[in-house]
């Protein structure tokens, strides 16, 4: 029985060190002192044996006994492997290389040597000599009789003391209060209950002194591992309280509302914003749900509990925006962050909420901007095509009839050319103004839009032909009055399409189309009116509408060539000049007379770059062909009104002309007679042209607006008759009237003559008994590519 008790109380120690090996995370040091303890418990097991003379024979109890040895006889070199890894672990880096000549893992590894030679003798008859069996009262126990070599086993013991004496000088130095307490009272228990051990080397003690001294160095250890465990746990929640101290002053400075509500809906945690937010107090609000706190003060605040989905919000992490009003009545939006969290088998969750108000405003104005025209504040394209798309699917649900209405400015580019681009916006927004005006008092439900430009698109809700007729006319009605623009009248006309659905198409772009070509035919028609759509004027519309779409592209495609039609002196019928004139051969819509593009060019402003290039190209060739040796030539260039209008267009063909480098009177603008309209501004234009040395022609003489009282300011030095009354004069005295007379104004005036339509002998010799100087014409020749032209009329200088 005694034995059985000798055996459990040797297994105290190791499961001591095992304690310490949990507690202290199985460091280094916790490892070395599980190795100290399960020596300790060898130890015992070795005395437990010497009282099993009942179980055992003797030579078994000797076996055990020398074997078991190995734990008092190691007890003293695992020593002062702790003392070294105090060295290594607690002391400083200085520290450390003032004790690494005495401790470091030399003498380490010469400890355990020299410790185990001692265990080694301690099976020979010289260490142990034999067991000698002893009664002391009623206990029986074998006790050992030592050899003459004995003095090792004694020499162990002082190898221990000094061993001790290295830790405690060693534990001395360490920084950590509360591991040097540890590891000094460790050293002095240990020292002590070493010293009990020792008294084992008397029988009278029946070997009671070891068992005493084991139990010393467990309770010993587990009573400063607690104490040094509970000074680490109350450290680390003193640094918790402090951290959490810290955590909740944080969260309370936070500008952020920062909420959290248990399972139930109850406030467990909210800073100072949350509850300003909610207009209570902090202590008043933890522990209650939002529906006893608006009980409590008996007034319900809507969206203000940023409660969303209660049913799931506890399981779910989620992010949103958000509108609530305030305690104080203000709207704001926020940001909601929510996060679960789940602790003790019950869950919470976490809110963060951040003031975005002022970032939804910047994107509501974001927004506005992106839907909404910048000069006049009405909706814009992108809003229009939305807005089109879903009154569609509206209509095509309720089966109902809706229109579109399409309304361009007539001569609105004039008023920019001739006013500037600051009078025409304030035309613009004039115009909203007015039409937005129209739509508040009688058609509220219109809604009108600003695709760019002088265009303008009004959506009329379920409007069938008649009602959109009757808004059209109250348009017409509202642009008779003129506009006040800075304490000036003037006064501009609408050219209205409109299209119904679903007569005239089923989708947005169909109805879109429709529309602008309704508009379109109003403008040839002579603007200022409004028309419906009808299927007839599809066709030509289409047409214009795609020679203007691929006008765009023609430069940069390199679709345009000039040709060139000699003028011929009638006295000489020699060659004296040549008029260039533009063709347009585009890969889809093939050749396109000038005639039918000329104009949409002027409309569209194409004509602009399309001038430049031929007025370039023009002159380029002229240069070449007298680098090649032939005779210098005049050269025709056709311009038209809205070149002329271009603040620019005087300082590019000077530009031209010098880059070129040709002589300024080889070159010939040829003008129309529509410049009367702009008599005033055009004189001056003209004036500086012809200070540059440019001759200029009036082109289509007798078919536009000229009086001769322009006539006689305008610095012309030629006319040109136009072909129709030169093609029927010999069949017509009227038309040989006109042209008789013209050829005597120009003499009158001091200008040449030059007859257009020439086909044929007899007509060329009229003209020329009539005065006429010179004449071009299918007689001479038709107009022909720079290469045909130069093998037929160019002449060399030899």
Known sequence: ????????????????????????????????????????????????????????????????????????????????????????????????????????????????????????????????????????????????????????????????????????????????????????????????????????????????????????????????????????VNNMNKKLNEQKKFLFQVIDLNPNYIYAQDKFGRYTLLNQSYAQLMGMDILAMIGKSDAELQINQNEKKQNLTLEIDKSNSQSKLFIREESLTAATGEKIWVQTAKVPINFNESSASLAVSTDITERKQYEDEIKFQANHDALTGLPNRRMFNEDLTDLLEKAKIEKSQSAIMFLDLDRFKYINDTLGHDWGDLLLVEVSRRMETLLKKQHRSAKIYRLGGDEFTVILPYYNSTDSEKFANELLELFKNGFIIADSEYFITPSIGISIYPNDGEDANTLIKHADTAMYYVKEKGKNNYQLFNSDMQSNFYRKMMIEKQLRTG???????????????????????????????????????????????????????????????????????????????????????????????????????????INADLVVLEITESIAMYADSMIAKLNTLKDLGISLSMDDFGTGYS?????????????????????????????????????????????????????????AHVLNSMGCDFAQGYYYSRPLPANEIKKKWLMTRD
Not at 713 to 739: H, R, T, W
């Open 707 to 763: 009086s001769l009282s322009y006539l006689n300011k305008y610095p012309l030095d030629s006319l040109k008759i136009d072909k129709s009354f030169v093609m029927g004069m010999n069949q017509d005295d009227e038309n040989k009237a006109i042209v008789k007379t013209i050829i005597a104004i120009a003499q009158q005036l001091d200008l040449s003559v030059i007859a257009e339509g020439v086909e044929g002998q007899e007509e």
């Open 1 to 232: 029985m005694f034995l059985i008790f000798l055996i459990i109380l040797a297994l105290i120690p190791i499961c001591v060190g095992i304690t310490l090996l949990v507690l202290f995370n199985k460091n280094k040091l916790s490892k070395v002192i599980l190795l100290f303890l399960l020596l300790a418990t060898l130890w015992q097991l070795d005395v437990a044996f010497l009282y099993s003379h009942e179980l055992f024979k003797e030579e078994t109890i000797t076996f055990f006994f020398k074997l078991f040895r190995f734990g008092p006889i190691m007890v003293t070199p695992t020593l002062f492997y702790i003392g070294y890894i105090m060295v290594q672990e607690t002391l400083s880096n200085d520290l450390q290389k003032k004790w690494r000549f005495l401790v470091n893992r030399t003498t380490v590894i010469i400890s355990y040597v020299l410790a185990f030679i001692v265990y080694l003798i301690g099976w020979t008859s010289s260490g142990v000599k034999d067991l000698q069996l002893i009664q002391e009262g009623m206990n029986i126990f074998y006790f050992p009789i030592y050899g003459e070599l004995h003095w090792v086993f004694q020499g162990n013991i002082v190898l221990f003391f000094a061993s001790t004496a290295l830790c405690f000088l060693v534990s001395l130095k360490v920084q950590n209060k509360s591991e040097r307490s540890f590891l000094i009272y460790f050293i002095i228990f240990s020292t002590i209950g070493y010293l009990i051990g020792t008294l084992n080397m008397f029988s009278t003690t029946r070997l009671y002194p070891s068992s005493i001294a084991v139990l010393v160095f467990a309770v010993s250890l587990l009573i400063l591992a607690s104490r040094m465990h509970i000074k680490i």
């Open 555 to 661: 430069l940069d495609n390199k679709e345009f060539e000039l040709y060139y039609q000699p003028i011929i002196d009638l006295k000489t019928n020699e060659i004296i000049a040549m008029e260039s004139l533009l063709r347009w051969n585009n890969p889809i819509l093939g050749l396109v007379s000038p005639d039918e593009f000329i104009s949409i060019a002027e409309e569209t402003g194409m004509i602009i770059p399309i001038g430049k290039w031929v007025l370039n190209t023009a002159l380029k060739q002229n240069i070449q062909w007298q680098n090649e040796g032939y005779i210098p030539l005049k050269t025709s260039v056709n311009v038209s009104v809205r070149q002329l209008l271009d603040s620019n267009f005087v300082a590019d063909v000077k530009k031209v002309v010098e880059a070129v480098g």
